[in-house]
């Protein structure tokens, strides 16, 4: 996608605008007939640009698209992870809070909101806004917000909190392969190496290992002494991941 131009035919934008796209800068730049159609073209715009890595002409559409809706919680959201991207934490969280101001009973905002406190370390803030997000009856995704509020507590640490957020992911979605690997590293650093194995299973059953989870998986085995099992898992480690950190690890340490 370039750059410096706006990627909607021109005859659809004198559809939906009064002004069209300046052939320079790209900008929506006179007014428009519907000023949230307009709005929520910069904010997809934007959101395309975050992705990409151009988080300064991301920052640019993002603004324009809550200045034409004020009301459009998504485009705060996208904007302060925008700013996050551009280590300015103090817009970061004032485009979050107006977010949360627009739209105090959206889930997504609350979650989104959620990881960025974890991220500054406000643990009780961020356990308050995942509580939320995950009471939702909406939020179809629960075990979602739930497991990232375990990760969350698992960073304070308060592991008891994490296990009840984790089990309790489980509970909306029994085969949520995410909260059974965070139930297995929780396990496994408590040094609970049969219930580790056990989570680790469950996982396994349902989703494909990768290198780090069959190195996890030899280490739970090793300190279970179970020679057998180790070697299994570390053979297929080396079989299936030959060029990963792990296989050379292990092949570096005979």
Request: proline letters at 4%; charged letters at 25%.
């Amino acid at each position: 996608m370039k750059t410096s131009k706006l990627i909607i035919p021109a005859a659809m934008c004198l559809l939906l605008l009064t002004g069209c796209v300046s052939t320079t800068t790209g900008y929506i730049t006179e007014p428009a007939r519907n000023e949230k159609v307009a709005a929520e073209l910069n904010y997809q715009l934007g959101a395309r640009y975050y992705k990409k890595g151009n988080f300064r002409v991301a920052r640019d559409r993002l603004l324009l698209a809550t200045e034409l809706d004020p009301q459009l919680a998504i485009a705060y959201t996208t904007l302060a992870l925008t700013y996050e991207a551009l280590e300015n934490q103090r817009l970061a969280r004032k485009a979050y809070e107006m977010a949360i101001r627009v739209a105090p009973r959206d889930f997504d905002v609350q979650n989104t909101y959620a990881v960025f406190l974890c991220r500054q370390k406000e643990f009780s803030q961020a356990e308050k806004y995942f509580d939320k997000a995950a009471s939702h009856r909406e939020n179809d995704n629960a075990e979602v917000t739930l497991t990232n509020a375990g990760v969350c507590m698992m960073q304070k640490p308060d592991i008891v909190a994490a296990e009840s957020f984790f089990r309790a992911a489980l509970e909306r979605k029994p085969r949520y392969d995410e909260a059974l690997l965070q139930l297995c590293l929780l396990k496994y650093q408590q040094e609970d190496f049969l219930s580790a194995r056990a989570f680790l299973q469950r996982f396994m059953s349902i989703s494909t290992p990768t290198a780090d989870v069959l190195y996890l998986a030899s280490r739970i085995e090793d300190m279970l002494e179970n020679d057998r099992g180790r070697t299994e898992y570390e053979d297929q480690l080396i079989r299936e991941f030959p060029s990963s950190p792990e296989a050379r690890e292990l092949l570096s340490s005979g």
